[in-house]
């Protein structure tokens, strides 16, 4: 990841003194703008004050702990990317990956990389001004980076040829995907059968709400998000 330029502005809280100094230390290698706040309450200060391209938070903190803090900043603002950080994986948070639209969930301790994939991930965003919460229907969405599927409260687990059918579909939403593309993207180490296709098409529509998908016979399926 190359030096972002100095117009994005980011914002670490951490509550423990000694990680944020080593969070810190490893983000003024890619970039200029960093602000830190020991505490939830001090950070949403902080926030107004310097209103923060991307934010990178701890979750278990006194007072107010990391998502409560996002909720509040959620409420002013929907595109600011947020990265959460936890000791702990609980299918409370993952919903809230959903709701709060986070770009990452990572657990503690944190890798180099993944926290660098993150952190691109959120640069990708604010340059191209998107969001990794695609809304499928009132009750159903799809979080394109942390690929988890939400639909009537409840995460849908996907086979991984269903997981990346629907992301595929998802990315060229609105116009039919080939089945050549299909083919290529899905089956990209194997040759693909029209009954493969079909199983894993039957498969993937009982998880997702009814005509969401559609199919032009010829051509190949289209997703209307």
């Known amino acids: 990841m190359q030096k972002i330029n100095d117009k994005i502005k980011?914002?670490?809280?951490?509550?423990d003194d000694i990680a944020r100094e080593n969070g810190i230390e490893y983000l003024e290698n890619y970039f200029e703008n960093i602000?830190?706040?020991?505490d939830a309450l001090s950070a949403l200060?902080?926030?107004?004050?310097?209103?923060?391209?991307i934010i990178i938070t701890d979750i278990q903190m006194p007072k107010l702990n990391g998502l409560e803090f996002i909720k509040r900043v959620r409420q002013k603002n929907k595109k600011v990317?947020?990265?959460?950080?936890?000791?702990?994986?609980?299918?409370?948070?993952?919903?809230?990956?959903?709701e709060l639209q986070l770009v990452k969930y990572l657990i503690k301790p944190i890798k180099e990389e993944e926290?660098?994939?993150?952190?691109?991930?959120?640069?990708?965003?604010?340059?191209?001004?998107?969001?990794n919460i695609v809304k499928l229907k009132e009750n159903c969405n799809f979080d394109i980076y942390n690929q988890t599927l939400i639909f009537e409260d409840e995460i849908v687990?996907?086979?991984?040829k269903e997981l990346d059918l629907l992301t595929l579909l998802i990315k060229n939403r609105n116009r039919y995907v080939t089945y050549e593309e299909i083919e290529n993207f899905v089956w990209s180490h194997s040759v693909m059968s029209k009954d493969a296709l079909k199983t894993v098409m039957k498969n993937l529509k009982a998880k997702?709400?009814?005509?969401?998908?559609?199919?032009?016979?010829?051509?190949g399926y289209k997703i209307d998000a």
């Open 10 to 15: 980011l914002l670490y809280v951490e509550d």
């Open 35 to 38: 602000y830190e706040a020991p």
């Open 45 to 53: 200060k902080l926030y107004e004050e310097v209103q923060p391209d």
């Open 157 to 160: 687990k996907l086979r991984t």
């Open 208 to 219: 997702l709400p009814k005509e969401l998908i559609s199919n032009l016979s010829g051509t």
């Open 81 to 98: 990317q947020v990265i959460v950080l936890s000791a702990f994986s609980d299918k409370e948070y993952l919903f809230a990956a959903i």
């Open 115 to 131: 926290l660098e994939n993150a952190l691109n991930l959120c640069i990708e965003s604010i340059k191209n001004d998107s969001s």
